[in-house]
């Protein structure tokens, strides 16, 4: 499992990473400097996109 910070923009390969960066973006959010939507947003997109690609292929 990868334990680097995410950067922004960068494509992420699979479900596990994505997780991972999820992870990340939650524990360093500033709770005074606001919410970084769009990312958590482009991030959980990714990970949808990775968790249901076995799916997709077995359909």
Do not use: C, F, K, Q
């Not at 939507?37 to 799916?55: C, I, K």
């Amino acid at each position: 499992m990868s334990t680097s910070a995410h950067v922004p923009g960068s494509v992420l390969p699979d479900a596990e990473a994505a997780n991972a960066a999820i992870r990340d973006l939650v524990d360093s959010a500033d709770p005074d400097g606001g919410w970084p939507s769009e990312e958590y947003e482009r991030l959980l997109t990714l990970w949808a996109a990775a968790t249901t690609a076995d799916l997709d292929e077995a359909a």
